[in-house]
């Protein structure tokens, strides 16, 4: 079975621009996770959905970011205007979510470098 | 949000048993446990997950005990490939059981 697929694997723009990390949850999966990844700040949950609507975005650093699941099979993670300080690995997981606890699955992640 | 608390860093050779212990002392009565593995420029991966007692799986046991303030990671004879960051969550739903703290990094030399 295919994991979740993020794209892209690597992005590297200047600041200013703007950003758009993709990802394809686990086929049958009802929750989606973003999250982020520094050497400061470890792994920082950023928003989830579950069935498509975002449930927590407590975690969205700023306006500049802004997440969507128009379908069960996809989302974006976008950041405009980039700022250096967002250079980071990026990570998508998903899990279903009927009963607690289910373990999610992570993509292996967009290393993100804001020049 | 439940905090847990690991071993920044844990040192083994290849064949030995490693435990990592992770506390936790405010859980939750519907808190599970779950621990997930990292390597170097991959996504976590899940391990495995219990609520109270011992849970094994076929490539870990996790031992809790009756309180369940804390919980032990066991790896049977660890092998150079299970040099990876270990990571230790507590909570039910929502962002409770989404919280990574900054793992235990276990390094297996040869």
């Known amino acids: 079975d295919a994991g979740v697929i993020q794209s892209p694997r690597h992005e590297v723009t200047e600041m200013g621009q703007e950003v758009t990390l993709r990802c394809k949850p686990i086929s049958g999966h009802n929750s989606l996770f973003w999250y982020r990844q520094t050497m400061m700040r470890g792994l920082e949950l950023l928003i989830y959905f579950n069935n498509n609507v975002p449930i927590d975005d407590s975690g969205m650093p700023e306006d500049r970011f802004s997440a969507k699941m128009p379908n069960a099979s996809f989302s974006t993670l976008k950041i405009q205007p980039s700022e250096p300080r967002d250079s980071a690995v990026y990570f998508c997981?998903?899990?279903?979510?009927?009963?607690?606890?289910?373990?999610?699955?992570f993509g292996d992640g967009t290393r993100l470098s804001i020049l | 949000l439940a905090k847990t608390t690991q071993p920044i860093s844990m040192d083994s050779y290849e064949g030995q048993e490693v435990n990592i212990t992770c506390s936790h002392n405010?859980?939750?009565?519907?808190?599970?446990i779950t621990w997930y593995q990292q390597f170097p420029s991959q996504g976590p991966r899940f391990i495995i997950q219990g609520y109270k007692t011992k849970v094994t799986n076929e490539v870990a046991s996790l031992f809790i005990p009756a309180d369940r303030k804390s919980s032990t990671l066991s790896l049977p004879r660890v092998s150079l490939s299970d040099t990876a960051v270990y990571y230790c969550l507590v909570g039910g739903t929502g962002r409770r059981a989404l919280t990574f703290g900054s793992g235990t990094r276990l390094q297996v030399q040869p």
């Open positions: 997981a998903s899990s279903w979510t009927g009963n607690d606890n289910q373990p999610q699955h």
């Open positions: 405010n859980i939750a009565t519907n808190d599970y």
